[in-house]
C-alpha cells in the first residue's frame, strides 16, 4: 500500500482506474490463485509469486502501521470475506486506512476491491488498489473544523443573546419599557468615574392623583396608563436627548446632558403629557396630568435626585399639572 494499491481482477474498466493508483493487485478468488501485483509504487511491484488470495491480502496488510489496522485489513479484504460480499451482490468494498508509502511516510489511503464475474471463465475475479487521499482528508478536516467554528460560534452567539435578553430583563421595566433604577445607578456610576457624560440636568415627575385612578378604573388602567406614559416618554426622551427612568411606583427620574431650556423642555413634556388619551374601551378614554420638578443644580447626583424629587413635591402643592424647578 506504499503507494498504494493492490488489485486481485478483471475488467478492463477497472484495471485501467487501478492502473492510475499507485499500485494494485489482482486475484481469482474462486481458484484461490494470485494473478498479477504492478503499479507506480515499488511496494507493489514487489509483491510477486503470492501463495494465494489470503498471503497476498497479508503482505498488503504488512502496510498498514498498526496492528489492529492489519487485522481489520485483513478481515475486510480477505478471500472469505469478499466471496460473502460478492455473493450479497456487494461489488465493491472500500476501507480508508493508514499505510506507509514508499518514502516511508504514513499518508491516509483508500483501498478499493472491485469484484467480477469473468465471462470468459465464469471466475470471480478481483482487483484491489490504493489511493492517496491525504489532501481530500486534510480538506475534509478543514471543512469540519469550519463546521464545528461555525456551530460554537452560533452556540455562542445564542447564549450571549440568552445573557443580553436576560440582561435587559433586569434593566427594563416590563410595563412601561423604560429602564429601572438598577441601569439608572450604573449609568450614574459610568459618569462619576468618565465613562459616560457628566448629567446636567434632572426631572422627577410623578402621575398626580393616581390613586384616584387605581380606586376608581382599577389597577389594570393603572397600569395601562404607566404603560402609555412611558411610552411617550421614551420618544419624547429620544426626541430630546434625555432618558428617562421608571424611578418607583408613579415616579419616573430623566437624566439631560444639557442645562439649557430645561423649564421649556419640563412645559413642554406637560403639555404632551395632558393631550395624552388612554383607550379604555371602544369610545371610551380617560386622561391624566403630572407634576415636574427639575434641577440643575450640578452638585452630588444622589443631591441632584433629592432636589428634583423636592421640586416635584413644590408642584404638587402648588396645584398639580405643572412644572417647579429648583
Known sequence: ?????????????FEAE???ARGFSRGRFTTDTWMSSDGHAQNARDMQNMANVDALIHQIASFVPEPAGQEKFFATFCRQALLEAYASQR?????????YYDDGKVRWSRIIANLIENPCNEHIECIIYGIDISDEKIRLEELRLKEKQAMLEEEVNEVRELYNQADRDRRVDFLTGLYNRLDLFELIQKSLTGKFASIETMYMLDIDNFKHINDT?????????LKELGGLLKQFGEQHHICFYRYGGEEFLGIGLDQSNPQALAAELLTEIDALTV???PQSSISFTVSIGYTTNNRRYEKMIDLADQAMYLAKKQGKNRVVGH
Open 1 to 13: 500500500m506504499q503507494g498504494q494499491g493492490v488489485i486481485i481482477s478483471p475488467s478492463a474498466s
Open 18 to 20: 487501478a492502473r492510475d
Open 91 to 99: 461489488y465493491q468494498v472500500l476501507l480508508e486506512t493508514n499505510s
Open 217 to 225: 378604573y382599577g389597577h389594570s388602567t393603572g397600569d395601562l396608563c
Open 279 to 281: 383607550p379604555l374601551a
